[in-house]
């Protein structure tokens, strides 16, 4: 089964180190959800944008992790 991903993957462009200019290389970035942080997958767990087959996706990699999730309510 392949790793879970975050977001879905995309082009980092390489600069060339002696001008700091863009060349025509690039390397593919993959945003698979177990190289995210803890803060950012919380974060986006709170944002009201995100998707439910994201938010699942979440809260399903932070148990693997072994974090305990604490539901607070809002606060307007």
């Not at 089964?1 to 970035?29: C, H, I, Q, Y």
């Amino acid at each position: 089964m392949p790793p879970t991903k975050f977001k879905a993957s995309g082009k980092k462009w390489l600069k060339d180190p002696n001008t700091g200019r863009s060349t025509n290389k690039w390397v593919e970035e993959h945003y698979y959800i177990k190289t995210i942080s803890q803060d950012e997958l919380f974060e986006e767990l709170n944002n009201d944008n995100a998707k439910p087959k994201t938010k699942a996706k979440i809260r399903s990699e932070l148990v693997r992790r072994g974090i305990k999730i604490v539901y607070n309510e809002r606060k307007e």
